[in-house]
């Protein structure tokens, strides 16, 4: 799946599925292309402004809002990027019919804690420093105000 997402308003375009406005979409399989176009609300979701997506000003400030998103705490247009992007990936791996129904198994996997879960479980793998991923996840998630969250 080849896309290019728009933002009817800003005129700016991206790589990923837009919940901004219209996502031009090239799906390839072993015998065809098809072509066509996808629109947020076709699939669930409200169509967002640049500005709720648009990168912030840092990275410490992204790193607060991406575990805020998948935490499913706030910046709900960018959870509905996240989820809208991970049904797609849900979608071409074969594990759901359409899009639609990966958007819906990512939101409930933000709901249900798993996405979160999932972060911790990845970082608590990673090198051989001991606990030092671990507690700078801690660290985040306490700046995020989610201190609490595996309480």
Known sequence: MVVYGKDP????????ISVLGE???????????NNYAIHPEEVGINTGRY?????M?????????FVQVLAGVGHKVCIDF?????????????????LQ???????DTIERKLALDKLQQ?????????????????KLLK?????NYWS
């Open 51 to 55: 500005e709720e997506l648009a990168a």
């Open 57 to 65: 000003s840092n990275l410490r400030d992204e790193a607060v809002r």
């Open 82 to 98: 996240t989820c809208l992007n991970a049904g797609a990936i849900l979608y071409l791996a074969g594990k759901c019919d359409n």
């Open 9 to 16: 308003i800003s005129g700016y375009g991206m790589d990923e």
């Open 122 to 138: 990845w970082v608590s793998i990673q090198g051989s420093t001991g606990n030092h991923g671990i507690a700078r996840l801690e």
């Open 101 to 107: 129904q990966g958007v819906e198994i990512s939101r």
């Open 23 to 33: 996502t031009v979409v090239h799906e390839f399989s072993t015998d065809k292309i």
């Open 143 to 147: 700046k995020a105000g989610l201190h």
